[in-house]
């Protein structure tokens, strides 16, 4: 569906732009657009790459680990139904902590597996279990307390301070996340009420 509307709003502008006479704007607008993306993306792989050689080092020297044990009681307490040495608990675990780091694009994998790792605890089922809902409403929200792919742009960009947007991020997403998990337990416990009716 996303597909067909990225289409659709691709071919209407097209079709406005020839109507307007300012196609040759549209070509112009590609080409440096194309070229901003390629330099912007080369720009990032040296930033993410750094912060992913730190990652990797956190979960050799067991930090990783250590920070997932010290968050295990929580996260277990928003995923009742995941038995604690499941692997989905793990991914759940691991996927957070690259959220926490502002490293989405290492995020997007263990995310998938974690949901994975769920819909086996749902029995294969399509319909989603209250543990993959709660996943989802807390992946999206994402508590990030290093943005990283936000720096890196900030830098890409020559700004005067590219970390000051750290203490607004991680405002921002602690209050995201939990406002994800208030209304994630509000519409699970009034499901359940009017089930038990």
């Known amino acids: 569906m996303v597909n067909l509307i990225w289409v659709g709003m691709t071919i209407v502008g097209l079709v406005f732009a020839m109507i307007n006479g300012r196609m040759s704007e549209v070509n112009e607008a590609i080409f440096q657009s194309a070229n901003e993306a ?7 792989v040296s930033i993410l790459v750094f912060w992913l050689g730190i990652m990797r080092i956190a979960q050799d ?3 990783l680990e250590k920070l997932s044990r010290l968050f295990r009681p929580l ?13 989905a608990m793990g991914y759940i675990l691991s996927n957070m902590m690259a959220n926490m780091f502002g490293l989405g694009n290492a995020a997007t ?3 998938i597996k974690a949901m994975e790792q769920l819909k086996v605890l749902n029995g294969g089922s399509d319909h989603a279990s209250r543990s ?17 792919t936000v720096i890196a742009i900030r830098m890409k960009y020559d700004s005067a301070s590219p970390t000051e947007i750290v203490g607004p991020t991680l405002i921002a997403t602690f209050l995201s996340t939990v406002g994800a998990i208030l209304i994630d337990r509000y519409f699970h416990y009034r499901r359940t009420r009017n089930e038990v009716k």
Do not use: Q
């Not at 390629?38 to 990032?44: A, F, N, R, W």
């Not at 993959?132 to 990283?148: D, E, G, H, K, V």
């Open 38 to 44: 390629v330099t912007l993306c080369i720009g990032l």
């Open 61 to 63: 020297s067991g930090l």
């Open 75 to 87: 996260v277990k307490r928003l995923f009742p139904e995941v038995p604690d040495n499941h692997p």
């Open 109 to 111: 994998p263990l995310g």
């Open 132 to 148: 993959m809902i709660t996943f989802l409403a807390i992946n999206t929200s994402s508590l990030t307390i290093i943005p990283t």
